[in-house]
């Protein structure tokens, strides 16, 4: 029995994938566990295993090509097989109806062959809509063909098989033509290069996807407001000094994040009433402190999380917030590496940003967004002196954090940054 390969939902959040790579060919053996194909989730690259033995018959969403959680994306099947079913694009594809077909359709991939069909085949490759054969295209690639009425026996494909995919048609509908095989010549009306044009629309990566719905959810939704301090980190630079010196025989060293984090997570434990979740009917309190940070990627941004952060050292957090982000930007975390944090920081410092307001990551109900450390004048003991300053702003949900509540908390977290010793009492 044919083995239906569905786009599974990888991450906790994941509502469609992207299919980055097909490890397996068409006509592949394959063998259940095996791993089919690397799927772009809304957060990371995950690997998709096989569900069942037998060759892989048909790819029906090529790569670069996006499908809904649920939709079958591939079959597996024994050789002789019938599965004719999935010819126009697969069970419960949205796409237009495959041209009319008569009995002189092509032999279906893995069915024996007459040696005269076979010897035609490898002589000169299927071109779509010559003769009687049937188009094979993917779903998606039907569906904006049929919706820009694009006849698809006027285009060649680049997928498994020649099987038209999604940028065959785009290419098609933006004038440039179909891939043409090598050797032909190139038609002398080409489309100007693509440097030459106003503008470019580039398609939304899962990642960006996932971002747009996630702050629509909450900017609109959570009344968010705003408390900002005023932090003198000359302690803090004097202790990251100090720390530094003893790290540097183990090749470690804590960056002033670190300490951000680690104080953070001291400061919720003494007011867990900030370190909480909104759920709609209730406001649960988490007892564990776990710090999701914000780390900036070439699609977008995620957030790592710190577990325990308030058990944890300071240069120990350094260390994991490291290989956390190192492993985030090649998009290999795990689910459970990038989701659970009871609340969030974005630092922008390092990029030179002064001051600024971050989004809260519902349903968590705060996020710290900091500044860089910079030397400012300032009046101490009546004198004007210049002192590395920081500014930390952080955004409340106020159905969970009154103004009092987060004045409170910023005002801990300020004095354990400006006396380190106090985040160990």
């Avoid at 689910?335 to 609340?343: D, R």
Wanted: glycine share 10%.
């Amino acid at each position: 029995m044919a083995t239906k390969v569905h786009m599974e939902a990888l991450s906790p959040t994941m509502e469609e994938g992207q299919v980055v790579k097909w490890l397996k060919a068409e006509g592949d053996s394959v063998t259940a566990g095996e791993i089919l194909a690397e799927i772009e989730t809304d957060k990371a690259t995950m690997e998709l295993v096989a569900r069942g033995d037998g060759l892989l018959r048909r790819i029906l969403v090529g790569e670069g090509e996006t499908a809904p959680v649920g939709d079958v994306i591939a079959v597996i099947a024994a050789a002789d097989e019938d599965i004719s079913e999935y010819d126009s694009g697969g069970a419960g594809a949205s796409a237009a109806p495959p041209p009319a077909q008569d009995a002189s359709e092509v032999t279906e991939v893995g069915a024996a062959a007459p040696a005269t069909k076979a010897a035609e085949t490898a002589a000169a490759p299927e071109v779509n809509g010559a003769g009687n054969g049937r188009i094979k295209a993917s779903p998606v690639a039907r569906r904006l063909a049929a919706e820009a009425g694009l006849d698809l026996a006027s285009v060649a494909g680049s997928g498994p098989g020649g099987r038209i995919v999604k940028k065959d048609v785009e290419v098609a509908l933006e004038g440039v033509g179909p891939a043409a095989p090598a050797g032909t010549p190139a038609p002398a009306t080409a489309a100007p290069p693509a440097s030459d044009a106003d503008y470019e629309d580039v398609p939304l990566t899962q990642m960006r996807k996932t971002i747009a719905r996630r702050l629509v959810e909450s900017i609109g939704p959570v009344p968010h407001f705003f408390l900002t301090v005023d932090v003198d980190m000359t302690r803090a630079l004097e202790a990251r000094k100090r720390i530094n010196a003893m790290l540097e025989a183990e090749g470690r060293k804590m960056s002033i994040n670190d300490l951000i984090i680690r104080a953070t997570a001291a400061a919720l434990r003494r007011h867990p009433d900030c370190n909480a979740h909104w759920m709609g009917d209730s406001v649960r309190r988490f007892n564990r402190v776990h710090i999701g940070v914000a780390v900036a990627i070439d699609d977008g941004l995620i957030t790592p999380v710190i577990r325990d952060a308030h058990l944890k050292g300071v240069a120990d957090i350094g260390v994991e917030i490291r290989e956390l982000a190192g492993r985030a930007r090649e998009k290999k975390l795990m689910p459970e590496e990038y989701t659970g944090a009871t609340f969030s920081i974005s630092n922008l410092g390092m990029l030179g940003i002064h001051e600024f307001t971050a989004v809260i990551n519902p349903p968590e109900a705060g996020i710290l967004a900091v500044g860089g450390v910079e030397d400012t004048p300032v009046v101490v003991d009546g004198e004007v002196q210049v002192r590395p300053r920081m500014r930390i702003t952080m955004s409340c949900d106020h159905r969970v954090i009154d103004g009092a509540l987060g004045a409170r908390f910023l005002a801990t977290l300020r004095g354990m940054l400006e006396e380190p010793a106090t985040i160990l009492l």
